[in-house]
């Protein structure tokens, strides 16, 4: 087990939120991930790691979900969404303001929404370590589907335009705190987005050129130098190959291996600077119960690695 110093945490305790939804994207099951990674034990895994759980239940967000939610423009479920993603970034932000870790089970990837505007409105100066095969920085505008799960980074930079069914999100990240890791499906109208902005991107052939322990260490080096900076790791399983985890929505070939995936963990436990995970994506009712067993287990088992297990 890690002795890592945690410099932004009052307490070796962690503050779990499942959030069980679906709304960002068009494929049901997603909101019975974090149902399932509980089930199989993650909470009594993380507490023989020393660490405090502190655990008030899945919230039921169904009752938030308006009688009429019409498209915003191309967005789909916008007033859903954005009710939920609200509660979410207040329960994040609670957990941090006591100290504690604040770990997300998703749910679909539109939560980070939520859970960044939380860690933002307590560690504004927080880097952002953002691993997907996606880069999620699609534009109410430049969006294709309207599915939000594919535009939280364009609303957290502020670059998503004002909407005002999300008036409650404030701009809270500059370019120069975000890094991508993993990346193989951007949309060119991302691939924009992410020149003209300057964004740091680490896509599968850096992860191929470099190896993924340079690319940890330069996007690391980027959002939080030396570890000077508070860092939010938002995981989206989809980022790992579909081999390694294929119970997920939006599965991409070529993708991270088992080990790199959870060396990104391990490598940001090391820095001492982590406040804040999510794990989205995980779909238990895709694919056969040994690929559901598969892709939860992996994925109780990178949370495990970002706060603190260690092989040897």
């Known amino acids: 087990m890690s002795a890592v110093q945690h410099k932004f945490l009052k307490q070796k305790s962690i503050g779990v939120v499942g959030v069980p939804f679906s709304g960002g994207q068009p494929r049901a099951g997603v909101d ?50 954005s009710a939920v993603t609200e509660s979410v970034a207040n329960s994040v932000a609670a957990h941090l303001k006591e100290g504690s870790l604040a770990l997300t089970l998703g749910g679909d990837h539109s939560i980070a929404l939520g859970t960044v505007s939380g860690t933002m409105s307590v560690h504004p100066n927080a880097g952002l370590i953002w691993v997907d095969a996606h880069a999620d920085i699609n534009t109410p505008e430049s969006t294709d589907s309207g599915n939000i799960h594919g535009c939280p980074v364009s609303f957290l930079l502020g670059i998503a335009g004002q909407l005002k069914e999300f008036a409650w999100v404030k701009p809270c990240l500059t370019p120069d705190r975000l890094v991508y890791i993993g ?93 804040a995970m999510d794990l989205m994506e995980v779909n238990p009712s895709l694919e056969d119960d040994q690929a559901v067993f598969q892709t939860v287990t992996i994925g109780c088992s990178l949370v495990r690695c970002a706060v603190g297990e260690t092989l040897l």
């Open 183 to 275: 990346l193989r499906d951007v949309d060119a109208g991302e691939k924009k987005i992410l020149r003209e902005n300057g964004i740091k991107a680490f896509s599968m052939h850096e992860v191929d050129k470099y190896g993924i322990a340079k690319v940890v260490e330069m996007a690391i080096e980027h959002v939080s130098p030396g570890g000077s900076r508070p860092i939010h790791l938002s995981f989206d399983v989809d980022a790992l190959d579909p081999t390694v985890a294929p119970s997920t929505g939006t599965p991409v070939r070529g993708g991270l291996t088992f080990r790199e995936g959870h060396y990104i963990c391990e490598a940001v436990h090391e820095t001492g600077a982590l406040v």
């Open 32 to 81: 019975q991930g974090p149902l399932k990674i509980i089930e199989f034990g993650l909470l009594d895994q993380l507490k023989e790691l020393d660490w405090k759980v502190k655990f008030d239940g899945h919230r039921d967000y169904s009752v938030m979900q308006p009688a009429s939610d019409p498209p915003v423009g191309k967005l789909l479920n916008a007033r859903f969404v």
